[in-house]
Each structure stands twice: as C-alpha cells, then as structure tokens.
C-alpha cells in the first residue's frame, strides 16, 4: 500500500504524503499513487479545491528517498526517476482545481518541488526550504531550477542549490513563495481550500488556464483547451456535429 493517501470530504480533497519515519520522504509506490490521485481528481466534479500535506511536525517532505533511487544504473535513473517524476508533478501543477500546500515542517529537494507544483503554499513556523541535492552529488531533478525558479528569485535559487543554505517561514512569505506563516499550517490551509470551493469552479479553473498559459505552464495545450472550449459552446459546433451525424453539407449559423 502507498503512503500518499487520497481523502475527499464535501468539496475538498486531501492529499496526504504519511511516511513520517522517513520524514515523508517520496518512494516510486508514492509517485505513482500521486499520478493516479491526480487522474482520479480530475474526474471528480465534486472536488473544487485540493490540500496536500504531510503527516508529521518535522517534515511535509525531505525529497525522494535514496534507498528508491541510489542503486539505479543512469539510464534508468534519467529516465524512470527524473522523467517519470517530472511528468507526475506537472500532472499535478496543471490539475485543473486549485491546490494548497501546507507545509506543516520542512520542503527539501523533492519536496520543495512539489510544493511548487501547488497554486499557493502556507508554512508552519519552524518549516524551512532547501534544495540539497549537491550534498549528496546530484542536480534537482523535478523542476527546482525549472518552475520553483519561476516562484523564487533567481539568486535565492541558486543560494539554495549552489550553496547549500536554507530559506526560513519568514523570508518564504517576503519572497511571495508562501501566502501565510501559520502555526496550524494545514487547518490555514484547510481554510483557504473551502473558500475557494464556494467559488464559481468553472470561472476558478479557466483563471488557472489562462495564469498558467501566461507563465509558460504547459501553454501550448492550454491555449488550445481555451480555445476548444470556446468553439465548443458555439452554436457553429452544434451545427457541424448533427451535420456529419445527418450525413449533409452544415449551414454554419456563425453563433
């Protein structure tokens, strides 16, 4: 069984890292429960907003655990864990509902990627981010110098990654990374989730489409799904389908 659990309650769904022993840290079982979570989420119209945790005060999650990848030849490394990592995040970073990340203890390496595959992050005070990964003879591997470049300035990236220091809850919040610093980081977040939930999730989902298009996420799919959807309610479309069903030349009204 994995330690990524999915848990829906009303309008809300939580997804939950519970590998407290190895400070939550990210094993190939838990990859893929997040992309079969994140297929599951899609497809559940009930669901209008999602937190993503971890279970623990000390970490919601240290990156991906050693013991998984550390024994890989290259080849699979690259293409297994990196590639298949990567797609899995960005799986989740295009979900089509918003997403809240509380960060109840500390986002390392692979876990401050997927806090930055969230729309928006609130920490706990103790909680702090780092990309480590040089002290251990490898590069971040699931968009931290990609889409967390993106949320952090550049220089504090690479004091990250080149230097090995760490950013505390405080400074997190100064550099925008975080919405809030909150001692009960995930009933914050909870909070935040239920009111986007009373939120047109029509209106909420395009937002995100035309925020993310606009920052490079995914924008070439994004722009054709905007569009699609347009052309989709148009009468020209209602038009064309019964034509080709009816097996005659369509008279496009041009509404």
């Not at 939950?16 to 838990?30: C, E, F, I, Q, Y």
């Not at 390496?109 to 920490?123: H, K, M, Q, T, W």
């Not at 706990?124 to 931290?144: D, Q, T, Y």
């Amino acid at each position: 069984m994995s330690a990524l659990h999915l848990t829906i309650d009303g309008a809300v769904a939580e997804l939950r890292l519970d590998n407290p022993a190895k400070l939550n840290s990210l094993t190939v079982p838990m990859l893929e429960a997040l992309d079969a979570h994140c297929a599951t989420l899609e497809r559940a119209p009930e669901v209008r907003a999602v937190v993503v945790t971890g279970t623990g005060e000390k970490a919601f999650c240290t990156g991906a655990d050693i013991g998984a990848w550390g024994p890989m030849e290259p080849f699979d490394f690259a293409r297994h864990w990196v590639r298949e990592g990567h797609r899995i995040f960005d799986r989740l970073a295009r979900l089509g509902k918003p997403t809240v990340a509380a960060l109840n203890g500390h986002a390392f390496g692979g876990g401050l990627e997927l806090a930055s595959a969230c729309d928006i992050r609130v920490i706990a005070p103790r909680a702090s981010l780092a990309l480590p990964e040089a002290g251990i003879g490898i590069v971040p591997g699931w968009s931290g110098t990609q889409r967390t470049a993106r949320l952090l300035p550049e220089a504090v990236v690479k004091e990250m990654a080149l230097f090995g220091r760490r950013i505390g809850a405080e400074r997190a919040v100064a550099l925008g990374f975080c919405a809030e610093v909150a001692d009960d980081a995930l009933g914050a977040a909870r909070a935040i989730a239920g009111k986007a939930a009373t939120l047109s999730p029509r209106a909420v989902e395009v937002a995100k489409y035309m925020i993310q298009a606009g920052v490079g996420e995914d924008r070439a799919a994004l722009i054709e799904a905007l569009g699609s959807g347009m052309i989709a309610a148009s009468a020209d479309r209602t038009e064309g389908v019964v034509a080709f069903a009816e097996k005659r030349k369509p008279v496009f009204p041009g509404k």
